[in-house]
């Protein structure tokens, strides 16, 4: 099984590019910054360290990676790793390792972002079904005549 599961912030805002053809599709790449436990310090306490992980998101996903994420975004994402290689200019073998996105979403609210110092700017996720941050508490404001669709009372 390959899966992936991450929780990190963008590095930068992604590079978006599209494919040519008939029917052209977007290509978003971008790199999250994930903490791990770190090595232990003279005072017995963890340092924090992050890993790097190169992401790529095609399609729908690459179109709303475009739209709504911004360097500094605390997303999810969920995916598969995939290796490839390429000869570059120079003749040399290089090596890639990219997580693909299958999905991906916000788990930080745009306040909570900026508070942090994060330039961000926000939208919901696919699937959230129309509803809009609400800038006050961190939750949502749920459209009327939704009730009926929710999963609980």
Do not use: C, W
């Not at 399609?59 to 790793?81: M, T």
């Not at 508490?137 to 939704?146: V, Y």
């Amino acid at each position: 099984m390959n899966k992936v599961i991450l929780v990190g912030r963008l590095t930068r805002d992604p590079d978006i590019r599209y494919s040519t053809g008939n029917e052209p599709m977007a290509v978003a790449r971008y790199s999250l910054a994930v903490d791990r436990r770190g090595r232990r310090d003279n005072n017995g306490g963890d340092q924090p360290t992050a890993d790097f992980i190169n992401v790529v998101a095609f399609g729908r996903d690459g179109e709303f990676a475009e739209k709504y994420l911004r360097k500094g975004n605390r997303i999810l994402v969920e995916g598969h790793i995939q290796t490839g290689s390429y000869t570059n200019k120079d003749g040399q073998k290089v090596y890639t390792t990219d997580v693909v996105v299958e999905r991906h979403e916000f788990v930080e609210s745009k306040g909570a972002s900026q508070s942090s110092g994060a330039d961000q700017y926000s939208a919901p996720a696919p699937g959230m079904g129309g509803a809009q941050p609400d800038g006050g508490d961190g939750f949502m404001n749920i459209p009327d005549g939704i009730d009926e669709e929710l999963p609980f009372n």
